[in-house]
């Protein structure tokens, strides 16, 4: 599970797992030390993580203050009680979206300021799969095509004073018409554009962890089931 707070990557890993090679370089023992701001430096794995220690944590992430973490990983000893007590914490609500291809480009949206990808909210009565294709439609203009689901990510913020969580189901998708592609305005999209790879790599630069994110789960599936 991966969580985005503040745009931070927060994966929540199982007792038994263990961060990606490379993911860490500062690791915080819960069941020895305290979880401390001052310890949240780049890339950081804390190990034997309780509710009590996830709590502070998301707490010192969800802060304004400026903070050096890079990315989280926390070992929790019971996931299944740190997934429910997650949703106990946060208003859970679901989303999805799409990653739309044409031959070798991307649809992308800029929205915000930032790059981005088309989703939107699900609405009574949806399926996920139904969610994804329709939000994509209504925020392009296009039709699509429904492939395999690449991902689901999680991300936080503040609606009212209330907190949120988004759950957001990610699909791939092949364009069947764009001829009459355009942004929805209402939704705040200032423009759609076709990327290649090289122009979505730039674009990331200037989007959010969660889409990054998104992209690499992508380029995973396809190594692995390169004819879907």
Not at 99 to 117: E, G, N
Not at 121 to 138: F, I, Q, Y
């Amino acid at each position: 599970m991966i969580i985005f707070i503040n745009d931070i990557p927060v994966r929540i890993l199982k007792a038994d797992e263990q961060p990606g090679e490379g993911r860490v370089n500062h690791i915080i023992d819960a069941a020895v030390e305290p979880v401390t701001q001052a310890k949240l430096i780049h890339h950081v794995w804390v190990q034997n993580a309780g509710e009590a220690e996830t709590n502070v944590l998301l707490n010192f992430l969800d802060a304004k203050v400026p903070t050096s973490v890079l990315s989280v990983s926390v070992s929790v000893k019971d996931y299944d009680a740190i997934k429910t007590y997650l949703r106990s914490k946060f208003k859970v609500v679901k989303a999805a979206g799409g990653l739309v291809r044409k031959k070798d480009k991307f649809l992308m949206i800029y929205r915000l300021k930032k790059w981005d990808l088309p989703k939107g909210k699900r609405e009574k009565g949806e399926s996920n799969k139904e969610t994804a294709v329709r939000e994509v439609e209504e925020e392009c203009n296009v039709s699509v095509k429904l492939g395999q689901k690449i991902c689901t990510t999680w991300h936080t913020y503040t609606m009212n004073k209330r907190a949120m969580m988004k759950k957001t189901r990610w699909y791939v998708m092949d364009v069947i018409d764009d001829t009459k592609m355009r942004a929805q305005i209402t939704e705040d999209i200032e423009e759609t554009r076709w990327m290649n790879r090289k122009e979505v790599y730039h674009a990331l630069e200037h989007s959010y962890k969660s889409i990054s994110y998104v992209f690499e789960q992508y380029y995973e599936v396809m190594e692995i089931n390169p004819a879907k």
